[in-house]
């Protein structure tokens, strides 16, 4: 039995953890189905907090915030409990299940997404494609530093120590080539800090995505195979499709996705990020980088060039109803993310950005502005990719706060060459 059976007569409340811009985006999605949005928001300034009228204020931690979201006192009990991150106690949510709330995606699969080191151990155990890796001993930073040099010295001197909980966007990942490049992590770790992990420093080619959403009664859609572009630990773009993607590969990806969803038994969202590597004939292949089990920055395209976004796809999946199709809109769309600004405020930009690219569909957070930080995206579709890309690149530059005069040559060259970095283009 579906949530939307199982609970009182009316439309279906969700309820959401957390009141970052993956909760606002889905506002419009819930709205335009009739569906009920509640979100636990962080602060009532959040950026879900400015567009969901019912946004109480707390923290994942707390469980009588959760508790109340859920069922709070005078109103709708929650059909389904959801998330939009992965930082919240798997205790409680193992006891709001038992107590006949859905939760989706459940504990166990959570976990994986949580814990680098389980996520990790169940790929291994499931098959999965994944660079060469180990944990850390976390007895003593002596064995912790024994394990390190011994797994550099196996693959070559350089590898990537990641630490297993609380990372993103870069954060909790280093190279080294030396124990001592993370002697402030293991003394953490002596001091009750999350464990490491290392895995090799794969020789990959491009980074991808793949993303599927699975309901609880077993339908999987998956949406094409896209390439992301990180600078700086941060994606910077998102191209969809992959462009250049063989069949075989675009294949290889989307199964490997299916395969974590159904043996994790994730429900709502999945994004599973990609290294392309050279496989050992020199034909390329995929390993399994990270997993999100939510929806994912590599998916915004979704809004506006595929028939259902993954906003909406997330909702229909945690209220186990029939998924839309996923086939994109367009030959090609192009997600730039907009990271900081020099602009007192972005929406300043507007009417030069709306002004210049009347195609481009912009997406703000409504987020206080800070260096690197993810404010908003911009989607640009076409028949072009290098005019398509040229495009959006653009419109988030200026979004930045960067004239169009500086903005075009730069974003023209990196449109032509998706592997020039922004240092290379202005050279």
């Given at each position: 039995?579906?949530a939307?059976?199982?609970?009182?007569?009316?439309?279906?409340?969700?309820?959401?953890?957390?009141g970052?811009?993956?909760?606002?985006?889905?506002?419009?999605?819930?709205?335009?189905?009739?569906?009920?949005?509640?979100?636990?928001?962080?602060?009532?300034?959040?950026?879900?907090?400015?567009?969901?009228?019912?946004?109480?204020?707390?923290?994942?931690?707390?469980?009588?915030?959760?508790?109340?979201?859920?069922?709070p006192?005078?109103?709708?009990?929650?059909?389904?409990?959801?998330?939009?991150?992965?930082?919240?106690?798997?205790?409680?949510?193992?006891?709001?299940?038992?107590?006949?709330?859905?939760?989706?995606?459940?504990?166990?699969?959570?976990?994986?997404?949580?814990?680098?080191?389980?996520?990790?151990?169940?790929?291994?155990?499931?098959?999965?494609?994944?660079?060469?890796?180990?944990?850390?001993?976390?007895?003593?930073?002596?064995?912790?530093?024994?394990?390190?040099?011994?797994?550099?010295?196996?693959?070559?001197?350089?590898?990537?120590?990641?630490?297993?909980?609380?990372?993103?966007?870069?954060?909790?990942v280093?190279?080294?080539?030396?124990?001592?490049?993370?002697?402030?992590?293991?003394?953490?770790?002596?001091?009750?800090?999350?464990?490491?992990?290392?895995?090799?420093?794969?020789?990959?080619?491009?980074e991808?995505?793949?993303?599927?959403?699975?309901?609880?009664?077993?339908?999987v859609?998956?949406?094409?195979?896209?390439?992301?572009?990180?600078?700086?630990?941060?994606?910077?773009?998102?191209?969809a499709?992959?462009?250049?993607?063989?069949?075989?590969?675009?294949?290889?990806?989307?199964?490997?996705?299916?395969?974590?969803?159904?043996?994790?038994?994730?429900?709502?969202?999945?994004?599973?990020?990609?290294?392309?590597?050279?496989?050992?004939?020199?034909?390329?292949?995929?390993?399994?980088?990270?997993?999100?089990?939510?929806?994912?920055?590599?998916?915004?395209?979704?809004?506006?060039?595929?028939?259902?976004?993954?906003?909406?796809?997330?909702?229909?999946?945690?209220?186990?109803l029939?998924?839309?199709?996923?086939?994109?809109?367009?030959a090609?769309?192009?997600?730039?993310?907009?990271?900081?600004?020099?602009?007192?405020?972005?929406?300043?930009?507007?009417?030069?950005?709306?002004?210049?690219?009347?195609?481009?569909?912009?997406?703000?957070?409504?987020?206080?502005?800070?260096?690197?930080r993810?404010?908003?995206?911009?989607?640009?579709s076409?028949?072009?990719?290098?005019?398509?890309?040229?495009?959006?690149?653009?419109?988030?530059?200026?979004?930045?706060?960067?004239?169009?005069?500086?903005?075009?040559?730069?974003?023209?060259?990196?449109?032509?060459?998706?592997?020039?970095?922004?240092?290379?283009?202005?050279?």
């Amino acid at each position: 039995m579906s949530a939307t059976d199982s609970r009182q007569p009316g439309p279906p409340v969700v309820a959401v953890v957390g009141g970052g811009q993956l909760a606002r985006m889905m506002a419009p999605a819930a709205g335009e189905l009739g569906i009920r949005l509640r979100v636990l928001v962080e602060d009532p300034a959040s950026s879900a907090a400015q567009v969901v009228t019912d946004a109480p204020v707390g923290v994942a931690s707390d469980e009588a915030a959760i508790r109340s979201l859920i069922a709070p006192d005078g109103d709708r009990a929650a059909s389904v409990l959801t998330f939009e991150h992965e930082h919240v106690p798997n205790a409680l949510l193992t006891d709001l299940i038992e107590h006949g709330t859905p939760v989706r995606p459940g504990p166990h699969a959570l976990v994986q997404a949580q814990d680098k080191i389980v996520m990790r151990q169940r790929l291994t155990e499931l098959g999965v494609p994944c660079p060469r890796w180990a944990p850390l001993p976390a007895s003593s930073p002596e064995e912790g530093r024994a394990a390190l040099a011994a797994f550099l010295d196996e693959v070559g001197g350089s590898a990537v120590v990641k630490t297993s909980r609380g990372g993103y966007d870069g954060k909790g990942v280093r190279v080294v080539t030396s124990p001592d490049d993370v002697a402030d992590w293991f003394a953490a770790v002596a001091d009750g800090g999350p464990q490491l992990l290392v895995e090799e420093k794969v020789p990959f080619t491009r980074e991808l995505a793949a993303l599927v959403a699975r309901r609880p009664s077993g339908e999987v859609r998956p949406w094409p195979v896209v390439e992301s572009i990180q600078r700086d630990g941060v994606c910077s773009e998102v191209i969809a499709p992959a462009p250049g993607l063989s069949a075989d590969l675009d294949a290889q990806a989307r199964e490997i996705a299916a395969t974590v969803a159904e043996g994790l038994d994730v429900t709502g969202v999945l994004a599973v990020e990609l290294f392309e590597v050279p496989g050992p004939d020199g034909t390329p292949t995929v390993l399994v980088n990270e997993l999100a089990m939510r929806p994912h920055n590599s998916g915004h395209w979704t809004i506006d060039g595929a028939v259902t976004s993954q906003f909406e796809q997330h909702l229909r999946a945690v209220l186990d109803l029939p998924l839309g199709a996923a086939e994109p809109t367009a030959a090609w769309t192009v997600m730039a993310n907009v990271l900081g600004s020099t602009l007192d405020e972005l929406t300043d930009a507007l009417p030069d950005v709306l002004a210049a690219f009347p195609e481009a569909r912009v997406n703000l957070y409504g987020k206080g502005i800070r260096p690197g930080r993810k404010l908003g995206h911009v989607n640009v579709s076409g028949d072009d990719l290098g005019e398509v890309r040229r495009r959006a690149v653009a419109a988030a530059a200026l979004l930045r706060g960067e004239a169009l005069a500086r903005v075009e040559p730069v974003a023209l060259r990196q449109a032509q060459d998706p592997t020039t970095t922004e240092e290379e283009a202005n050279a």
